[in-house]
């Protein structure tokens, strides 16, 4: 665990690579793996919520909390990645070949709930500690 907490490098790589996939016109993932940047990789079906912003909102999460540990930071760590996966999903409204979804936004907000959720839920039952 302390991997995280001496190289926040990790944190900020996976937040640049966030950021600059999803200001990309289009899908450089679909681009690259299919050919065409229209079409979006799908990791599973959606169900309500959109499923690849679920977990990448998740890993995102996670990393953070693994990283920032202290409680100030943790506090501006949930506010950051709340603005972070509305933000993300607004400036869709004016990039081309992106599209903004309700289904999206949820999905990114879902990720960072469950994982507060769950942190919040080893803290208060003592899962690891000793």
Known sequence: ?????????LFYSINFALIFLYLFP????????????????????????????????????????LTFTKLNQMKILIIYLILLSIVLELFHLIIP??????????????????????????NKYGVFKK
């Open 26 to 65: 289009g899908s450089l993932i679909g681009q690259l793996l299919y050919g065409s940047k229209k079409i979006q990789p799908q990791i599973t079906p959606d169900f309500i919520i959109s499923s690849n912003h679920f977990y990448v909102f998740v890993l995102v999460s996670i990393v953070g909390f």
């Open 97 to 122: 070949e992106r599209s903004f979804q309700w289904s999206d936004i949820f999905g990114n907000l879902i990720g960072v709930i469950v994982v507060i959720l769950i942190r919040n839920l080893i």
């Open 1 to 9: 665990m302390k991997l995280f907490y001496n190289y926040k490098i």
